[in-house]
T-cell receptor, first 114, second 116 residues
Framework: DAGVTQSPTHLIKTRGQQVTLRCSPK?????VSWYQQALGQGPQFIFQ???????QRGNFPDRFSGHQFPNYSSELNVNALLLGDSALYLC?????????????FGEGSWLTVV | QQQVKQSPQSLIVQKGGIPIINCAYE??????FPWYQQFPGKGPALLIA?????SEKKEGRFTISFNKSAKQFSLHIMDSQPGDSATYFC???????????????FGTGTRLTIIP
């Protein structure tokens, strides 16, 4: 049973560029959330997708956008990259309607903006 | 607004000792409290979680103690080993079927070092 998978694992971008990160949720999960974890900090909630719609959003600018596909996989897009966007981006999956609220994380995508 | 406060920031314990990490929350709507373990360069891995209807939960060497009236919960690691050296995060969320109930609010993390 595959867990949460993310790609790419590492990438380097230049200020002003755009980046797309990808996530496949754990088998049986239908809800995907994205988190940003800066070095030495706890993960911060970006947004959550369910049934291909953004359901809740954290305190992140519109430069951060996402998408969920019919197979429940998801993408995180960040436009006009800033140096401060350098962080580990984590995808988390869960299953709506299943009691327990267990949330699993992928290994993350390390983004460095130079 | 930091809704989950975690302490200490770092902790050094000898092998076999019992490190204790504490968290306090503000939002009384939270009713799901997981702990995650994170090794360098890896994503957070779920360790153990508790709901407010119990005051303690044990899974292997890991124990969560929960004090609903004080809005505090803590992680104890029994018989700690050097392999337990990692960063530990507490988190909180609301359960139920409403949207947003998978949103985790994390503490700031505790860097735990177990020395042989």
């Amino acid at each position: 049973d595959a867990g949460v998978t993310q790609s790419p694992t590492h990438l380097i971008k230049t200020r002003g560029q755009q980046v797309t990160l990808r996530c496949s949720p754990k088998s049986g999960h239908d809800t995907v959330s994205w988190y940003q974890q800066a070095l030495g900090q706890g993960p911060q909630f970006i947004f959550q997708y369910y049934e291909e719609e953004e359901r809740q959003r954290g305190n992140f600018p519109d430069r951060f956008s996402g998408h969920q596909f019919p197979n429940y996989s998801s993408e995180l897009n960040v436009n006009a990259l800033l140096l401060g966007d350098s962080a580990l981006y984590l995808c988390a999956s869960s299953s709506r309607g299943v009691s327990g609220n267990t949330i699993y994380f992928g290994e993350g995508s390390w983004l460095t903006v130079v | 607004q930091q809704q989950v406060k975690q302490s200490p920031q770092s902790l050094i314990v000898q092998k076999g000792g019992i490190p204790i990490i504490n968290c306090a929350y503000e939002n009384t709507a939270f009713d799901y409290f997981p702990w995650y373990q994170q090794f360098p360069g890896k994503g957070p891995a779920l360790l153990i979680a508790i709901r407010p209807d119990v005051s303690e939960k044990k899974e292997g060497r890991f124990t969560i103690s929960f004090n609903k009236s004080a809005k505090q919960f803590s992680l104890h690691i029994m018989d700690s080993q050097p392999g337990d050296s990692a960063t530990y995060f507490c988190a909180a969320s609301k359960s139920g079927s409403g949207f947003g109930n998978e949103k985790l609010t994390f503490g700031t993390g505790t860097r735990l070092t177990i020395i042989p």
